[in-house]
């Protein structure tokens, strides 16, 4: 199952604080509960009217008859822009969030969804310390929920615990499906190797997450991953 949401905040507080206007990266997981790799391709671009973020999952886990990996098992993207044209007036740290996700797995597909809301951004004076709130109405295509809303926090700390390039960022997610409850966090921790390499992790905490209830027979799950990533 793809794994992550990781939203243009996040990336937005580093900008800043480097002066950089955009960014691509590559990054690969082996996911330990899951026995596989994960490949995620994510884009964002920063601009007088706010910023756009997505990015590209790609699950491998498709294995012939003698287990061994053939083909990409899933694929999952997401893209979101925050509207803000009033970046010097008293509401600068509020902006419009809209969002699309949508994705496929082997014989079904991830419903898409449409999102709209709020975006409320709070940073140290050196914006290497940031947080994200996030207040979204969420709708499914062909599927009901008995709130179609999501609540996002995104935060992002830089040089953590005064070493430099160790980075620890993430997000927490609850969102409905239904009549169910979703939460999804992961937390990230990369250490910066020159200009382009980061090693580090993530580990995801979720409930009734991608059908992993049905799986591992858990509504509560706990994934840690091990990954590199590469700054173009």
Same mark, same amino acid.
């Given at each position: 199952?793809?794994? =992550?949401?990781?939203?243009?905040?996040?990336?937005?507080?580093?900008?800043?604080?480097? /002066?950089?206007?955009?960014?691509? %990266?590559?990054?690969? *997981?082996?996911?330990?509960?899951? =026995?596989? $790799?994960?490949?995620?391709?994510?884009? $964002?671009?920063?601009?007088?009217?706010? %910023?756009?973020?997505?990015? +590209?999952?790609?699950?491998? %886990?498709?294995?012939?008859?003698?287990?061994?990996?053939?083909?990409?098992?899933?694929?999952?993207?997401?893209?979101?822009?925050?509207?803000?044209? &009033?970046?010097?007036?008293?509401?600068?740290?509020?902006?419009?969030?809209?969002?699309?996700?949508?994705?496929?797995?082997?014989?079904? #597909? +991830? %419903?898409?969804?449409?999102?709209?809301?709020?975006?409320?951004?709070?940073?140290?004076?050196?914006?290497?310390?940031?947080?994200?709130?996030? @207040?979204?109405?969420?709708?499914?295509?062909?599927?009901?929920?008995?709130?179609?809303?999501?609540?996002?926090?995104?935060?992002?700390?830089?040089?953590?615990? #005064?070493?430099?390039?160790?980075?620890?960022?993430?997000?927490?997610? @609850?969102?409905?499906?239904?009549?169910?409850?979703? $939460?999804?966090?992961?937390?990230?921790?990369?250490?910066?190797?020159?200009?382009?390499?980061? +090693? /580090?992790?993530? @580990?995801?905490?979720?409930?009734?997450?991608? /059908?992993?209830? *049905?799986?591992?027979?858990?509504?509560?799950?706990?994934?840690?991953? +091990?990954?590199?990533? &590469?700054?173009?």
């Amino acid at each position: 199952m793809m794994k =992550k949401v990781l939203v243009a905040a996040a990336f937005a507080a580093l900008f800043f604080a480097q /002066g950089a206007k955009a960014q691509t %990266n590559f990054q690969t *997981f082996y996911d330990f509960g899951r =026995k596989h $790799f994960t490949t995620t391709l994510e884009g $964002f671009h920063q601009d007088d009217w706010g %910023n756009t973020f997505f990015f +590209i999952d790609y699950d491998y %886990n498709n294995r012939d008859a003698a287990d061994k990996v053939i083909s990409p098992s899933g694929t999952y993207f997401e893209i979101a822009r925050c509207l803000n044209f &009033w970046q010097d007036s008293a509401l600068a740290p509020f902006s419009l969030h809209y969002e699309y996700n949508g994705g496929l797995g082997l014989g079904f #597909g +991830i %419903n898409s969804a449409f999102l709209f809301g709020i975006d409320y951004f709070l940073h140290s004076g050196d914006f290497n310390n940031t947080l994200n709130l996030k @207040v979204l109405y969420k709708q499914f295509v062909g599927m009901d929920s008995k709130l179609p809303m999501q609540f996002t926090a995104v935060w992002g700390c830089q040089d953590l615990f #005064g070493v430099p390039r160790l980075r620890f960022s993430g997000f927490a997610d @609850v969102w409905w499906e239904g009549d169910k409850t979703v $939460f999804l966090s992961e937390p990230q921790l990369w250490y910066g190797i020159g200009d382009h390499a980061n +090693i /580090g992790g993530e @580990v995801e905490f979720s409930y009734n997450f991608g /059908g992993l209830e *049905f799986t591992t027979g858990k509504a509560f799950n706990i994934m840690p991953c +091990i990954g590199w990533k &590469w700054v173009f």
